[in-house]
């Protein structure tokens, strides 16, 4: 066990492989960058859309409730006409 954790030189051409590999993975971000923008945009459209629908669900029921405020509201008003007229 102390074998394992002792302390041990790097070899010398350890730097060098380093930072090699990480000069080349910029070769692979152009085409990562895109997919992250394009997942982005589909994810925004996506809530966009979402949020579209919940709006429109959000006006149909007010439409419906001003439809019927308005007509228990004109029933009250003609039942009072016709009690008038009698």
Known sequence: MQQALRREEPPADFAARVTGGARRRPAHFPAQRW????AAILVIA??????????GRVAKEQVLFAVKFTAAKMNRI???VREVTR
């Open 78 to 80: 003609q039942a009072q």
């Open 46 to 55: 996506g809530a966009g859309l979402g949020y579209r629908q919940h709006q």
């Open 35 to 38: 997919l992250a923008a394009a």
